[in-house]
Structure formats: structure tokens, C-alpha cells
């Protein structure tokens, strides 16, 4: 069963704080995602990355740094925190082969309050 | 740009009966995946169904099946015999071919099945 772990559960910082919010695939996925999700506006995507050390811009990019360090950990960053950042975020993987290919399989989310 | 646009914002519906919900994309691909995930009320995220362009056949999984109009780039989920457990949020996404992976989602619809 494909999984994927998201930390911490929940989060609450404070305005100009930083933040990292982890996510760990233990699918042997290639891709990996995160999202931000808000009321009215559904599931955005922020950053995706194709392996390790790759990166890919997303829709809603401004104020969110990614990191991706191995085929497992992908990592979001948020430098300068604002309360606009307030939100539930979802990571995510995939990839191209077997029954579920193209399939995305979600982590539990991340619960961010930004003060 | 793909792009995802989900109209109905809630949808109530009785128990047992039928529900229809629409997904109109955008796309500059001529090969693409569509998807529809579910997330309950608990907050899971979870893969229902998809289709891939080149199919003609609309795709079904037990009582989802798909409405998958090409020339109007829709692809509606249909819901027969609804359950009360089907009460949730319905997301729409795609992802286009061709090398890419970038998986974008609509802003959803919300599902409330009465008894």
C-alpha cells in the first residue's frame, strides 16, 4: 500500500517565522507534490519535483521555497512566513509504471496557522 | 495552461438515487489523464477513478462511472445508488501527457447524501 507521511500534523507560528513542513514517500515514486488548500479554491499546486535535486515551479509559488533531498523527502519552506500562508497543505506522489500509474497518492495534511 | 473548473459548488441529494457531478477542462495537449479523487470528512484524500484521452470507452469502478465528452473537454462523475458514506468533496484534476507531470485539481463539489 503506497504511503506517504506528512510532519507535523499541525503547525502554528508566528508572522515573519520560519517553517518547514516535511513529507516522506515510501513508494519508490519519482514525482512528489504539495498543495495548499483553501475554501473556494480547492487543491493549488505550489511546488512538484521529478527526483531528487529536482524542482519545479507550480501555480502558487510566491513565499514557498521546496526542497527535494532524495527519492523519499520532499521538504516546504517557508522563509517569512505571512497569515495569507495560513492554510492546509497536502503533500503528495506518483509515478508513471504499474496498475496505479499517474495516480496520486496524499499524505494526511499539514494544518499551518500563521499569527 | 491546464486548467480545471468545477461549477457546482454543493450538490444534496437522497440516498439510493443518482448524482452527476461536471468537470470542464483546458488543455493545449492532444494526450492527457483525468482524474477524480474524493476527500471525506475526515480529510483524506483519495483516488476514485480516471480516464485517458485516447480512450473512447468511459471508465468505471464500481458505482462511479465516468461521462467523458471530448469535443466539450468535460468529464463528469456519476454516482448511482448513492450511499450516505458518499457524502464528501468531489476534486477534478488532470495531468497532461507528453513528459509532463504537473497535476492540477478543480476547486471541488461538495456531495451531501440524505437518508
Known amino acids: 500500500e503506497a504511503a506517504v507521511t506528512q510532519s507535523p500534523r499541525n503547525k502554528v507560528t508566528v508572522t515573519g517565522g520560519n517553517v518547514t513542513l516535511s513529507c516522506r514517500q515510501t513508494n519508490s515514486h519519482n514525482y512528489m507534490y504539495w498543495y495548499r488548500q483553501d475554501t473556494g479554491h480547492g487543491l493549488r499546486l505550489i511546488h512538484y519535483s521529478y527526483g531528487a535535486g529536482n524542482l519545479q515551479i507550480g501555480d502558487v509559488p510566491d513565499g514557498y521555497k521546496a526542497t527535494r533531498t532524495t527519492q523519499e523527502d520532499f521538504f516546504l519552506l517557508l522563509e517569512l512566513a505571512s497569515p495569507s500562508q495560513t492554510s492546509l497543505y497536502f503533500c503528495?506522489?506518483?509515478?508513471?509504471?504499474?496498475?496505479?500509474?499517474?495516480?496520486?497518492?496524499f499524505g494526511a495534511g499539514t494544518r499551518l496557522s500563521v499569527l | 495552461a491546464q486548467k480545471v473548473t468545477q461549477t457546482q459548488t454543493s450538490i444534496s441529494v437522497m440516498e439510493k438515487t443518482t448524482v452527476t457531478m461536471d468537470c470542464v477542462y483546458e488543455t493545449q495537449d492532444s494526450s492527457y489523464f483525468l482524474f477524480w479523487y474524493k476527500q471525506t470528512a475526515s480529510g483524506e484524500i483519495v483516488f476514485l477513478i480516471r480516464?485517458?484521452?485516447?480512450?473512447?470507452e468511459n471508465a468505471t469502478v464500481g458505482h462511479y462511472s465516468l461521462n467523458f465528452q471530448k469535443p466539450k473537454s468535460s468529464i463528469g462523475l456519476i454516482i448511482t445508488a448513492t450511499q450516505i458514506e458518499d457524502s464528501a468533496v468531489y476534486f477534478c484534476?488532470?495531468?497532461?501527457?507528453?513528459?509532463?507531470?504537473?497535476?492540477?485539481f478543480g476547486s471541488g463539489t461538495r456531495l451531501l447524501v440524505s437518508p
Open positions: 484534476a488532470m495531468r497532461e501527457g507528453g513528459g509532463g507531470y504537473k497535476v492540477v
Open positions: 480516464q485517458d484521452s485516447y480512450k473512447k
Open positions: 503528495a506522489s506518483s509515478d508513471d509504471w504499474g496498475d496505479s500509474q499517474n495516480t496520486l497518492y
